[in-house]
């Protein structure tokens, strides 16, 4: 004969019993009042139905033991929803972890990532040196252990504008079982700049008390600036100085994931991108041209992108090969667009050659360094910054 779990351990209960934490928590109060001491300052109890042996047992000890850990699950979900609710994001109901490799990014199309003058797969990267481990510990979070202190659980994503940075956390908190939280900058500023640090105090102190979260600070860029830096007024350099010992100290807690998101990693404080803060420091690019390929409907009209130019006689030249690999996905999927409705071949090699021009990577980006501005590429920039890749 099975036995059932007690309640306090039901997930189908955990919704009622959220409602009935105040009177839980009397229960707990209760037993911390009914406590023996015995060697070794070692917590047990007693039920009372033998007064006469006055003495602690191993029945009542165990069930009071499981009762705070039952409970202790109850108040960590009740502090997760009550963080999504002060932020106004929506929690998704709960799901559960993937269980094959093969199962990670699914639809996520693939670029590469230079590491140590090798470049690699950037799925395979992320899958070696960051989720795997993750995965591997993940479902005793929700057991009320801790990420051990060798796994890593916090990254920064850097790179242009457009790369699915997002999309990628996503697929993360996805191929875990958890939910993504998203926080911006409005959630500190929501009560105006006086109201900021307060802001600020309240969100870390849930986050360090939350779990099972895939945190995602998103267009921070502006708070973790370089101390010293031209563009880091004295708002954000205050601001960096504070949000150092708010990451190390979610980051110890050792019970979420959390990444930041970037377009400009060069401009970051020094004392953000160290090791025990950021786990890892990752560049996402384009897809490169191979993936591209293997998705099949690209565009408002769902188009083969490869079966469009061998029917335009386009042949995949190093140049056209270039082009392409060089778009973000969303402007290849706007190219796409275009080229469905195209029926000659010259044009098709324009078009693609006008979206190339115009793309993200063939933009200038305009830094300021010192006294004057130097426009380079973003191509030429993200070369450069590829060796922040850890």
Known sequence: MSLKPPPLARDQLRDLLLDYLPNLSLAAKSVS??????????????????????????????????????LDRVVAEAVRRELFRYLGSHLPPPTQRKEKKSDFANGFLDSRVKVNGKRLSLKKFLWDSFVEPLWKECDGIAAGRMFSKRTPRSTIFFGPP????????????????????????????????????????????????????????????????????PKAETFSRFLTTAMLPKLASIHDRATLVFI??????????LAIRRQGRFDRVI?????????????KNWGSAEINIESKFRQLRVGLTPLIRKQLGDLTYGETDAFASELARLTDKQEAINVLGEFWKKCTLETRVIRAEASKEEGITWAKRCQNEAKHNS
């Open 33 to 70: 009042n009914s406590v023996y001491r015995v060697e070794g300052n070692i917590h047990t109890w007693t039920s009372g139905h033998h007064p006469q042996k006055g003495g602690p047992e191993s029945w009542a000890t165990a069930s009071v033991y499981h009762f705070i850990h039952a």
């Open 162 to 229: 457009g790369t699915s940075k997002t999309d990628m956390s996503r697929k993360i908190a996805e191929f875990l079982g958890w939910s993504l939280l998203s926080v911006d900058p409005s959630h500190l500023l929501r009560n105006g700049m006086e109201g900021i640090q307060a802001e600020a105090n309240a969100i870390f102190r849930m986050l360090e008390q939350s779990e099972r979260i895939v945190v995602l600070f998103d267009e921070f860029d502006e708070l973790v600036l370089e101390r010293g830096s």
């Open 260 to 269: 930041i998101a970037t377009n400009n990693i060069g401009d970051f404080d």
């Open 283 to 295: 560049q996402i690019m384009p897809p490169t041209f191979e993936a591209k390929m293997t998705k």
